[in-house]
Every structure is written in structure tokens, then in C-alpha cells.
RNA sequence: GCCGGAGUAGCUCAGCUGGUAGAGCACCUGAUUUGUAAUCAGGCGGCCGUCGGUUCGAGUCCGACCUCCGGCUCCA
């Protein structure tokens, strides 16, 4: 048989040769280094066989970047990770070990709980077996074989029961794991491996299940490569909101309001951008604003739906013989306003928005910052709208969310998930390919990336989320367009249609940036701080050089102050002292103002160090462009 | 909520095996009057997360709770 090259050339191999019989048949070189191949563009063990036509690529521990050849390593060093547990761990009982984005992990049952410092003696078994070294050998085995081999392991049982086609096992050193594979030959490949952390997960996801103790590791094919790695994350966390929101004085936490803001004034100038900017846009858009009660009576999210699926969430008031509960969404209260008066299909779309304060009861041990808090507003609005408006309305929104990525600057964090129809979908094949379809040539349309997540839309309608990654490399979700045919009707929305009959209006739920302060959050981490001149609380900063130049600069504080947000750090420290507290505070124009100074002529400098001497017009010049576009 | 880790001055952190708390920055005062990332000196500042226990004695050991961090689950 033949097989094909990357290079397009052919090479002749016996029948049922393997990735490795190619490799040795290229050289020695190759086969000594080979972790892994590709045939058809998909990867596959090494020991499996080849068949004629295909074309293979195969992959070396020069291909050190690779995705599919790291995780081949990875998923081995999860492997010497469980034989060092075994080893130390009498009893104990393993579950699944797989590679992942950044590593890899391995659920263990162990007998007694573990702790972080037994990582270490963990770590120092799996060093003495890379010294040792191991190989790591593949078997097929009948499904009865597997059941008595793995008879004291109920969760490799109940993978053996599950699993789908032939089972396979890898065994190294002395370590037998059913694993579907591939692996490395040998661990001569693994250069760097580092255990990282230990969590607590749930069997199959499932938190019915019981808690097994997993151990993070990661590994890599160099050790430069690892300390790069540890590096970068050590980079990201110091672009966590979390840290940055208090370093910037932006808001500050308190643990009296776990999971709310204390937000300060220089923190409400980049709110109350966003808040100016949405209140601007949406009124260009045909928007109106509305207000809705903070607090209802639990009658009302029974009635909506909400009580029963989402009620723990839900913050609770006694009140005399009534509960109230605080609004974790603004639908109901929409809803009910859009029902106050007879509405006609003329009137449609009506289009509320609001950005209340929301608070969900979200358990302790999920919250985070300001990207998962109690307490929060989401640049809310509601569309009611007969079905012939859905297109119109949805393109309008995915026109807005293009203007927004473009003027926050976040397109290339920004990625969509477009949920399609369930199988106890409402309404014919037609209507969903109708909608669905509306949907994802919108998402073409103003490019972003997006997967499709099939079955998971609600039974009457496809949504759309949008997340974005935080400085973790973390998804969150941001944005959402959802249509909504079932909470208009179960709270009685109607419009007269021009046919004179009652008739229920479309609902799309629609948020853009999501939450203000989720929204907030990912900024600040995208940008490390160093937000863009329109959103910087201080915007200009101007050091007069001496006392003799303090009413000057204030002057042209105040000027500036007109457009801008400026202000003046009074000569009490050096000159230096005040430029670097300017860094500090990632203040993008600092403005130093002495004897040399005029109108004629100011010391400018940005932030990061450049300067130049400009005119006070010129400066004025220089900074209205960066005020965000008004399209 | 679950597993693991942590909580010391406004911030960043030190405090060995139990003996009664320390640095830098910030802040205040004084001197200095300053030209593009830290002038010098002095001073103020601690319910050592909370509650309980062990002990002659607890920041240190034990327990519970609260909060935060990394995960898991969840996220309308």
C-alpha cells in the first residue's frame, strides 16, 4: 500500500504497516522523535495501523506549539500523574484523566483526603518515573476482558459500559488505564511537567454524583516553554480586574455586600460612559427608556415562569403576609407595562429599555469580581414586535453590537454561540430554518466568530449569546438576543392585528454589552488597565512645575475640564513623584505646565512616555478624535 | 452549595518550633521649590477576618462561621 506525504510524494509500506513502520521507513531520526499523526487531517496514535491512500502527517517533539501534539503529551503525563497516585496511594480509585486547554487533569477517588502539600510528594514520584522512563505500550481488548481487568474500579466499569466501539488500554511502567488513547511512545518527550493545583469535581459533571479530587498539571516539551507559560499567567493576573479595580480606585469590595461594587467616582466616569453611550445610541435606535419596580411580589414570578425554575436565585423581602423578591431581570415588569394600554399592531415594535440594578442570589463559592456578582445592571431592553419585524429588529441589533465592539475595541475577544432548535421544539422546520437562518447571516454579516450549539435554543426560539474571554482566557457571557413567543403569553401581552383579532406579540429579550459591570470587568482586563482616552477616569492630568504655576494650570484644568475630564496634582511632591503617580493611575495625557508654558505651548506627555510640545488648539485637535464615533 | 488554599496597618508583604507585632509604599508634619516614573527627616496608623476552645500565655495550635482565591456545579 501507499501512503501520502504532506509533500505530496508517495511512500510504499507493507500492509497493515503503522504511523510508526512510516516513520522508520523516512528514518530513524523521525521515528525516535515521532509523538503522534495525522491521517486525513485527524490525529491518531502512532501504533494504529495505515491504510492505503491515505495521506499522513507525522508529528515530532519539534512540534512543540502544536495543539494536537501537546495534548498527546499531556494526555500521557495525566497517565504518570494516576501511576504516581496509585503508587502512593493504596486504593484508591481513578476515574478520567484528559488533556485540556492549558494541561491536563486526573479525577481520583482516594480513600483519604488529600491536600495541596501531598502535590509535592505526588510531583517528586512522577519525576523519579521520568527518570526511570517509561514506555507506553496499546492493547485491544474484548469488553469482557476489560470488566475483569478493571473490577475493582467502578468508574472504569462504568466507562467500560458506555463506551462506545473497541476498548483499548495503554500500560506503562506498571500501570495498566482504559484509555481510548493516543499516547507517546515514551516519556523521554516529557520536559517539563508540573502539577498545579487540586479542585474538587463532580463524577460525569453531575453534582448529584460524588465529589472526586482532581489534580491539575500541566506539561510541555521544553522547560522554556513551561517557564513561559508560568510566566504568562503570572502576566494575567496582574491584569485582573479584580486586582486593577481597587489598585485604580475604580470600586472597591466589601465583604458586609459579597458580590457588589463599591463603586468610586473615578470607577461611575467609565459607568457613566457606558451609561451615556447606551442612552444615546438607543434613543438614535427608537429605543425608549422606561423604569420598572425594583421589588415584586413573588406572585409575579410565578406567573412569568421564573419562581419555579430560578426562584432559589431569587433575593426575598417579607412583607407583612407577602414575599417579595428583588427583580433578576426586567422582562415581567415590560411586559406589564406594555400591557397598561390596548396596543395596536401600529404601535409595534415598542422597543423598553432599561438598566435597572438586578440582583441574583448566586451561591458564595461562584462569585467573582465584578464578572460574576449578586448585584449588577444589564443594558436591558425589550422588543415586542409581530413576527414580520423579527428580521428587521435582529439585523438593527447586530448593527448595534458591530458599533460596540468596534468603539470598545473588543471584536477579537468577542465570540457568539447560536443555539438552534430542541427536539420538543415549537412550530415547523420552516419557521426555525426561517429564524435560525435570520440569525446566522446576521452573525456573517458583521463577522464574528460564533459555534453553533445545536438543540440547546428554548422550544420557541433560537438565541444567540455573546461571550468574551477574560485575561485568564475564561468565556463569559456578555450579550444575548433571544426571541421569546412563551412570557408574552403567559402574561397576557396582546395588539390588535390589522385582521381586528387579538393577537400575542414577539418578544426579543436583548442585551449588548450584558452586564454594565461584567462588561466593565473584561474591559479592564483586556486593556491591563490602560483603558482608551474616552473611557480613562482622569483624562488629562496637569502638573504645575511650582507653586507660581499653580493658577495657570488649574486655568487649563478648567479649560479642558469643559470637554474633558481633567484635573491638577498640586505641586506638594517633585515633579517625578507626580508623572510616575500619573503612570500609575494609567492616565493618558499628562500635561506639565512651567515658565515654558503657554497656550502657544504645552509639555505633553501620553502615557507609556512620549512627548511632544504642542499648542492648546493643537491638543484639542489630537484629542476629539479619540472621543468614540457617532454613527 | 461542594473540594483545596488563604485572611496580619489604607496597599504589598515579613513574623522560626506558642512568650504579647514589623518593613516598604500611602497618609500627616517639617525642611526642600522642584522640568517628565519615587527629595530628605520625623510622626500617625493593628479587635493579627469573627466567635468559641486548648494553654500560665494564642497572630501562631484546635473547632465553627464569614469573606476572598483556584476549580466543580450553577449562571434566567
Redesign the pocket.
Known amino acids: 500500500m501507499k501512503v501520502v506525504l504532506p509533500d505530496n510524494s508517495k511512500l510504499e509500506l507493507p500492509d497493515g504497516a503503522s504511523g510508526l513502520d512510516a516513520a522508520r521507513a523516512i528514518g530513524p531520526k523521525l521515528a525516535e522523535q515521532a509523538v503522534l499523526m495525522r491521517v486525513d487531517g485527524r490525529v491518531q496514535d502512532l501504533r494504529l495501523p495505515l491504510h492505503d491512500g491515505e495521506p499522513i502527517q507525522i508529528l515530532t517533539t519539534r512540534d512543540k506549539s502544536d495543539p494536537d501534539a501537546l495534548a498527546v503529551l499531556r494526555h500521557s503525563s495525566a497517565h504518570l500523574l494516576a501511576e504516581a497516585v496509585t503508587q502512593l496511594y493504596p486504593g484508591v480509585k481513578l476515574a478520567i484523566g484528559p488533556p485540556i486547554e492549558n494541561g491536563f ?1 486526573y479525577d481520583f477517588d482516594f480513600p483519604e ?5 501531598d502535590l509535592e510528594k505526588i510531583q517528586a514520584e512522577i519525576e523519579r518515573e521520568l527518570a526511570e522512563g517509561r514506555e507506553w505500550v496499546r492493547q485491544e481488548i474484548s469488553r469482557d476482558e476489560a470488566r475483569k481487568l478493571f473490577s475493582s474500579d467502578p468508574y472504569k466499569l462504568e466507562l467500560v459500559d458506555t463506551a462506545e466501539g473497541d476498548i483499548s488500554i495503554y500500560k506503562q511502567g506498571g500501570f495498566t488505564d482504559l484509555c481510548r488513547g493516543p499516547h507517546l511512545q515514551n516519556s523521554k518527550s516529557i520536559k517539563a511537567l508540573k502539577l ?7 463524577w460525569r ?3 448529584e454524583n460524588p ?1 472526586l ?2 489534580i ?1 498539571g500541566t506539561a510541555f516539551y521544553s522547560r522554556e516553554d513551561l517557564d513561559a507559560y508560568l510566566e504568562r499567567l503570572e502576566l494575567a493576573r496582574g491584569r ?1 480586574h ?2 486593577l479595580g ?2 485604580l480606585d475604580l470600586f472597591h ?1 466589601s ?1 458586609y455586600s ?2 457588589s461594587a463599591l463603586w468610586t467616582a473615578k470607577g461611575m466616569a467609565i459607568y457613566n460612559a457606558l451609561e451615556d453611550l447606551r442612552r444615546r445610541e438607543n434613543a438614535k435606535r427608537g429605543y425608549v427608556e422606561v423604569k420598572t419596580p425594583l421589588m415584586w411580589d413573588v406572585e409575579l414570578w410565578k406567573r412569568s415562569g ?1 419562581w419555579e ?2 426562584g432559589e ?2 433575593f426575598r423581602i417579607e412583607h407583612g403576609e407577602s414575599l417579595y423578591g428583588l427583580k ?2 426586567n ?1 415581567p415588569g415590560h411586559m406589564l407595562l406594555f400591557n397598561t394600554q390596548l396596543r395596536s399592531y401600529r404601535d409595534l415594535p415598542i422597543r423598553y429599555a432599561e438598566a435597572a440594578v438586578l440582583h ?10 465584578l464578572t ?1 456578582a449578586r448585584q449588577f445592571s444589564q443594558d436591558d431592553a425589550h422588543v415586542f414586535c409581530t413576527e414580520d419585524q423579527i428580521q428587521e429588529e435582529i439585523d438593527a441589533m447586530f448593527d448595534y453590537v458591530d458599533y460596540l465592539y468596534d468603539t470598545f475595541g473588543v471584536r477579537e475577544l468577542a465570540h457568539a454561540e447560536l443555539a438552534t432548535r430542541p427536539d420538543n421544539k415549537l412550530g415547523t422546520d420552516e419557521q426555525w430554518d426561517h429564524t435560525e437562518g435570520v440569525l446566522r447571516r446576521a452573525l456573517e454579516r458583521i463577522g464574528l466568530r460564533h459555534r453553533v450549539a445545536e438543540g440547546e435554543g428554548a422550544f420557541y426560539g433560537p438565541k444567540i ?1 455573546f461571550f468574551m474571554d477574560d485575561a ?1 482566557g ?1 468565556p463569559w ?1 456578555m450579550g ?1 438576543i ?1 426571541l421569546d413567543g412563551q412570557q408574552p403569553e403567559r402574561l397576557g401581552c396582546t395588539y390588535m392585528g390589522s385582521d381586528n383579532r387579538e393577537h400575542t406579540p414577539y418578544v426579543i ?1 436583548r442585551a449588548l454589552y450584558g452586564s454594565l459591570e461584567r462588561f466593565i470587568g473584561i474591559l479592564l482586563e483586556h486593556y491591563g488597565g490602560d483603558l482608551p482616552f474616552w473611557l480613562a477616569p482622569v483624562q488629562v492630568r496637569v502638573l504645575p ?5 499653580l493658577a495657570a494650570a488649574q486655568d487649563l484644568a478648567h479649560r479642558l475640564g469643559a470637554i474633558y475630564r481633567a484635573d491638577v496634582a498640586e ?7 507626580r ?2 503617580a500619573a ?2 493611575e494609567k492616565i493618558p495625557f ?8 503657554s497656550d502657544e505651548s504645552l ?3 501620553e ?3 512620549e ?1 511632544s510640545t504642542v499648542s492648546l488648539a493643537e491638543l484639542l485637535a489630537r484629542l476629539e478624535p479619540l472621543l468614540p464615533s457617532d454613527v
Open positions: 487533569y483526603p488529600i491536600r495541596e502539600e498545579t493545583g487540586l479542585a474538587g469535581a463532580y459533571g453531575d453534582s465529589q479530587t482532581r491539575y485582573d479584580r486586582r481597587p489598585q469590595m465583604e459579597p458580590g421564573h425554575k430560578y436565585n431569587l433578576p431581570m422582562c441574583r442570589d448566586e451561591p458564595t463559592g461562584s462569585l467573582q469580581g460574576r449569546d485568564l475564561r457571557q444575548t433571544q429579550h512645575v511650582g507653586e507660581a504655576h505641586p506638594t511632591d517633585t515633579i517625578g513623584k508623572i510616575r503612570e500609575l499628562t500635561v506639565v505646565y512651567g515658565d515654558r508654558e509639555a505633553v506627555r502615557r507609556g512616555g512627548q
